[in-house]
Nanobody, 124 residues
Framework: QVQLVESGGGLVQAGGSLILSCAAS????????MGWYRQAPGKERELVAA???????YYADSVKGRFTISRDNAKNTLYLQMNSLKPEDTAMYYC??????????????????WGQGTQVTVSS
């Protein structure tokens, strides 16, 4: 079993920055690829960024150049640095972990564990 706990969300003005963290516990040795998703009210959950076990990354077009995903395996923590935030970034942000895949995972169904989410609200 793997537990994922997100933190770092909050209210920020447009143009501001936030750093989200996702702390993993449990069978952490089995975690490979990870990702950040978000879901706004009335919308489907969408992939924001993903990272392989080796550090390769993927970003949604909407966040390229503004968001950075990274992981610290020694601390069992996944990060999402979010800069130049826009009101349309407002959503619940979730981290996800895959036990099987070592490469970047962009398919929701391929993730095995999910956190409970942290709310990010960007005011205009």
């Amino acid at each position: 079993q793997v537990q994922l706990v997100e933190s770092g969300g909050g209210l920020v003005q447009a143009g501001g920055s936030l750093i989200l963290s996702c702390a993993a516990s449990g069978s952490i040795f089995s975690i490979n690829a990870m990702g950040w998703y978000r879901q706004a009210p009335g919308k489907e959950r969408e992939l924001v960024a993903a990272i392989s076990s080796g550090g390769s990354t993927y970003y949604a077009d909407s966040v390229k150049g503004r968001f950075t995903i990274s992981r610290d395996n020694a601390k069992n923590t996944l990060y999402l640095q979010m800069n130049s935030l826009k009101p349309e970034d407002t959503a619940m942000y979730y981290c996800a972990a895959s036990l099987i895949h070592t490469i970047v995972v962009v398919t929701t169904e391929e993730y095995d564990y999910w956190g409970q989410g942290t709310q990010v609200t960007v005011s205009s």
